[in-house]
């Protein structure tokens, strides 16, 4: 049995700019063991979204991972794959798991954990080019997240639409465009 631990103690763990959590130490803050985390997921596969509420690392980009993270105890050894979850796929779990502690410990996972990385200061509009770079990932039609690549940083859906709108651009879906045009 595993000790107990809590969300303020433990030190972020970040994958493509990202707030990752590991099936152990999520298990062990929820009050469970590693076997259920896995098994929830396996069970309802259907229901994550690597990417979005998962990653799955192996080969090359587990080897790379390990010689990255400051915490030695985060990966065995001899892992042939490594889970990390997101915000989304911890809070999957949660509400799979139906405990009071899984909830109560999310809930700290999100005020403590998933969100204390800072938001990027939008650039001045008006000012200079714009010059970042930005991968859009869109998952069933939607948009599952936008990651801004500028040193660390992490904008959500709205700010980069904030952002490209006050720089002028039109962004909308195209039956929404179509629509406009039709009525020129």
């Known amino acids: 049995m595993t000790t107990q631990i809590s969300v303020e103690s433990i030190s972020l763990t970040v994958h493509q700019n990202i707030p990752v ?3 152990e130490l999520l298990a062990n803050l929820y009050g469970t063991d590693s076997h259920s985390i896995t098994k929830n997921h396996r069970s309802n596969v259907d229901r994550f979204v690597i990417g979005k509420h998962f990653f799955k690392l192996e080969g090359f980009e587990l080897k790379d991972f390990k010689n990255k993270v ?3 105890d985060l990966v065995a ?3 042939k794959h490594l889970i990390l979850w997101t915000e989304r796929g ?4 949660a509400k799979m798991l139906e405990t009071d502690q899984a909830w109560e410990v999310f809930e700290k996972l999100e005020d403590h954990y998933f969100n204390t990385h800072k938001k990027p200061e939008l650039p001045a509009v008006g000012y200079g080019s714009l010059n970042i770079d930005i991968l859009l990932a869109i998952r069933d039609d939607k948009v599952a997240f936008i990651n ?4 660390g940083t992490l904008i959500t859906v709205e700010e980069a639409l904030t952002l490209l709108r006050a720089r002028g651009w039109l962004v909308m879906p195209k039956e929404e465009l179509v629509g406009r045009l039709m009525e020129l």
């Open 21 to 23: 959590i590991t099936t």
């Open 70 to 72: 400051t915490n030695s």
């Open 77 to 79: 050894n001899r892992a």
């Open 90 to 93: 911890a809070a999957r779990h």
């Open 148 to 151: 801004q690549h500028r040193a």
